[in-house]
């Protein structure tokens, strides 16, 4: 910290306005006396006597003239810094956001959120990158606004994270699969070929962990990435596929879902962002839409501006 009192810049800024101990006292709410022993410190710290008597009023000195305009900008500076946040106009606001999701969550939610952030500010735009693991490297260095997904151990204990909805995983089969009709028992899912999703490449996970106590074991076909990916193979053959039911609504449709016949836990999908933006007012709104559409509220006119508005608060 600097060892010089930074309030003297503003009792200097209203003396070089003023002209006058005495009116820069009434005008900052200071007794004479106060005014007078601040002038004689800005006279000790610039090593200048900054206002001399000339008759009845004070002149300032070269030196004074010199500091005003400086003086007048840091003030307005330091004002403007310390002043809340204006409130925004999202008709004129230009900037784009880069989100970090999975591409369930781009195609399941992704087209009600680009029209709902086009309505209400059309100069926003939105860039999805893929979520490739679960670090929070790219939020804290920037690189990524904000984050949807699961929070798992290496998420940075100084992320925000607020919850958008609960899950549940589904099984999912092509219309005339066999599991397409009858009860599904725990045995007849098991029996079946399966796509194991696993970012990591992995071939076990919760749901062969829940059906090793009934002495049961998937016979995993194949591993992919993503649960798109897992969809579209099992649209296209007998393959079955253990899916989000909320995260992949939108690409189920004409295809057979199910429960799974084993006892899963529910997980909590949130939005991920890193503190510095947290009272961005921007950020504020943009995390307002999302949540918005997670939550299926509609993106209406008659409820664009008091959402928008409320949101960005």
Not at 69 to 97: G, H, S, Y
Not at 281 to 300: E, F, M, T
């Amino acid at each position: 910290m600097s060892k010089h009192d930074l309030n003297l810049l503003v009792i200097l800024d209203v003396l070089l306005a003023e002209g006058s101990v005495a009116r820069a006292a009434e005008r900052l709410r200071l007794s004479p006396s106060a005014m007078s022993r601040a002038l004689a410190r800005l006279r000790a710290t610039t090593g200048d006597p900054l206002l001399v008597r000339a008759g009845r009023s004070l002149v300032p000195t070269p030196r004074a003239l010199e500091l005003r305009e400086r003086v007048r900008r840091l003030v307005e500076d330091a004002e403007a810094v310390l002043r809340p946040a204006e409130k925004l106009n999202f008709r004129q606001l230009v900037r784009t956001f880069t989100l970090r999701t999975s591409e369930g969550f781009v195609e399941n939610f992704g087209p009600d959120l680009i029209v709902r952030v086009g309505r209400q500010a059309p100069g926003v735009r939105l860039r999805f990158v893929q979520k490739s693991n679960k670090d929070s490297a790219s939020l804290r260095d920037g690189t990524v606004d904000l984050e949807t997904g699961v929070v798992g151990e290496t998420t940075g204990p100084e992320v925000r994270v607020q919850a958008l909805f609960r899950d549940r995983f589904i099984g999912v089969v092509r219309m005339g699969h066999p599991l397409s009709q009858g009860e599904i028992t725990p045995s007849r899912y098991a029996s079946g070929r399966h796509i194991c999703v696993s970012r990591r490449g992995l071939d076990k996970g919760p749901i062969d962990e829940a059906l090793k106590p009934l002495g049961l074991e998937r016979e995993i076909v194949t591993i992919v990435g993503g649960f798109s990916t897992a969809l579209a193979l099992a649209r296209a053959s007998d393959l079955i596929a253990s899916v989000p039911e909320r995260h992949t609504g939108a690409l189920r449709v004409g295809m057979h879902s199910f429960s799974l016949p084993v006892l899963m836990p529910e997980v909590t999908v949130s939005l991920l962002w890193h503190p510095r933006l947290d009272a961005d007012p921007a950020h504020r709104w943009l995390r307002g839409c999302v949540r918005a559409v997670c939550a299926g509220q509609p993106a209406d006119s008659s409820t664009r501006e008091s959402t928008a508005e409320a949101d960005a608060r």
